[in-house]
Structures are given as structure tokens and as C-alpha cells.
């Protein structure tokens, strides 16, 4: 386990972020009517029937849906992984429309952190090496990149880990690799696809704490998909997707709207 002071860089920034107002937040990620019709005719399934979602800087946004409902697509989407099949796309005030597949794969390197449930840890590498690989897909390497590894790693209170190997962690440090590998680089937006489902309870808590702890950085949106109720306290947004479209979305600290108590379906 690890306490909400394992990151005093972190805990610095949030101190002049809004608490009851969203209209100063920038605007990380900005989704309009988007649309993805993916595989091959005449098997084609529309998978997202026009998504509108804002990411606001300094926000968790939690997304909940059933299982199937394209979560993992609009992710993708957001992340300038999938392009969408209609709809616009502004990331960190770049709109993507007519991108080259290098323009959105060098928008993607520049702005945008992944975090996967299966942790997408190199086996053969460190914690400080994985972290440092996602510098060198930014061309930082050397003893540079070696110090913005070990200093992303003590972010997430793993200063005394840079040296072991994945499968000498636990899961819960292994995620803590993971987002400090999303957050080297210091992108704009984390994208984050069911992060603790992996996890047990108290491990699983922990980390959503740390991206909640990650998104009071002013310049950075985050966005966690999650099934996990519990994890719903940590959340400046709810936004919940069904069959492609978004549902609702909820500002439970803002609006006093209650933390939904039910277990969602997979
Ligand atoms: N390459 C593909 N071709 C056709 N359908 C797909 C493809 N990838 C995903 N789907 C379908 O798209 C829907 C949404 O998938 P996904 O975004 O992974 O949902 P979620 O992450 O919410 O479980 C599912 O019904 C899935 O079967
Ligand atoms: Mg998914």
C-alpha cells in the first residue's frame, strides 16, 4: 500500500486546481458525434453511434458500460489508436481530421499515456528500463531518460523497485509500472482500459487512488474505465456508455449526485 503523500509533486499541482468549477478546465480531449463501424462487410457492427465526450484537464473520469458496449473502441479512439469512421477529434488542441497515420501516431507519443489491465510490462526489462522505453519512443534516452524513469517511479511510490524485475512485483506494483510508464513523458491525457481488473480489492483501490492523485495535474486529463464500484469515489466524473452511445454522465462532487452503490455488469 502506498498513502495519497507518496506523490508531493503531484499533491503541489492540484493546489490551484478548481474544486466546484469546470469552466476553467482546459479541455484535453474533445469528441464530437463520433462514429466506428468496424470489421469487414457484410459483417460490419456499428460500434459507436456518435459519441460526444469532453476530457477535462485536472479530472478523473471514470467510464463504466456493459461488456461489449465499446468502451475499449472509443478508448482507442481517443487515443489516436483507431480512427473514427465519423466525427471530429482535438487532442491537446491538435485536430486530427485528415492526420496522417504519422501525424496521430506522433500525436499519440507526445500526448497521450496508456495504461492496460494486463500491465503490457516488457518480462526481460526492469522497472526503470520499462519506463524508459516509452522515453525512447520520444527520442529521450541516456542518462536523461534513466533519471525521468526513476523519477516517474518514484511517483508512484516505487523509488525502491527501479531495479526489480516484473516478475518479482506484485500486480499492484506492476500497474504502478504501468501508469509510471503512461506518465514519463508527461502527456496530456492517460487513458486508462480497466486498470485494476486484474487486481485484488485493496491493490485495485490503491491504484485508482494514484490515477485520481495523477489527474489533479492541471495539464493532464485522465480516463479510467473501470467496473469496479468501489473505485467510484475517486471519480470527478462518471460517464457511463450502453450500446455505443453515452448514457449519462455525472459529476458526483459537483453535483451531489450519489456514487451509484450497484455492481455494473460485465
Ligand atoms: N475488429 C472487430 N470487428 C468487428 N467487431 C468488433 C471488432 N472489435 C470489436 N468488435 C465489437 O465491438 C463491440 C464493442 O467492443 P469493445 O469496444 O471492445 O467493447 P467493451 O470494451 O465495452 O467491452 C463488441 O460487440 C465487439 O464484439
Ligand atoms: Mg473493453
Redesign the pocket.
Known amino acids: 500500500m502506498f498513502g495519497l503523500t507518496a506523490i508531493p509533486a503531484l499533491k503541489a499541482q492540484s493546489a490551484s486546481a478548481p474544486m466546484n468549477d469546470t469552466s476553467s478546465l482546459k479541455v484535453m480531449v474533445e469528441a464530437r458525434g463520433i462514429v466506428k463501424v ?2 469487414d462487410a457484410p ?1 460490419q ?1 456499428k ?1 459507436l453511434k456518435g459519441v460526444d465526450l469532453d476530457l477535462n484537464a485536472g479530472e478523473l473520469t471514470l467510464m463504466m ?10 478508448l482507442s479512439i481517443l487515443g489516436c489508436i483507431l480512427s473514427p469512421t465519423e466525427g471530429q477529434l482535438t487532442v491537446a488542441g491538435h485536430p486530427t481530421q485528415g492526420m496522417s497515420k504519422e501525424g496521430l501516431a506522433d500525436l499519440r507519443r507526445r500526448h497521450v499515456g496508456f495504461v492496460f489491465q494486463g500491465y503490457n510490462l516488457v518480462p526481460t526489462l526492469t522497472a526503470v528500463e520499462n519506463v524508459m522505453l516509452a522515453l525512447d519512443l520520444r527520442d529521450i534516452n541516456g542518462p536523461e531518460a534513466h533519471d525521468m524513469a526513476a523519477e516517474a517511479l518514484e511517483q508512484v511510490g516505487l523509488a525502491h523497485r527501479i531495479k526489480a524485475s516484473p516478475s518479482k512485483m506484485s500486480g499492484g506494483e506492476k500497474q504502478r509500472v504501468a501508469i509510471a510508464r503512461s506518465l514519463a513523458g508527461s502527456p496530456s491525457v492517460i487513458l486508462a482500459d480497466e486498470p485494476t481488473a486484474a487486481l485484488d480489492g485493496t491493490n485495485g483501490r490503491a491504484v485508482m487512488e494514484l490515477l485520481a492523485q495523477v489527474a489533479q495535474d492541471t495539464n493532464r486529463a485522465v480516463l479510467a ?1 473501470t467496473h469496479d464500484h468501489r473505485t467510484l469515489e475517486f471519480a470527478d466524473r462518471i460517464v457511463r ?1 450502453d450500446d455505443g452511445r453515452i448514457a449519462s454522465s455525472e459529476r458526483p462532487k459537483i453535483d451531489g449526485t450519489s456514487v451509484p452503490s450497484e455492481p455494473t455488469a460485465h
Do not use: A, M, Y
Request: hydrophobic share 35%; no cysteine.
Open positions: 468496424l470489421g459483417n457492427v460500434v458500460g456493459p461488456s461489449g458496449s465499446g468502451k475499449t473502441t472509443l474505465v456508455i
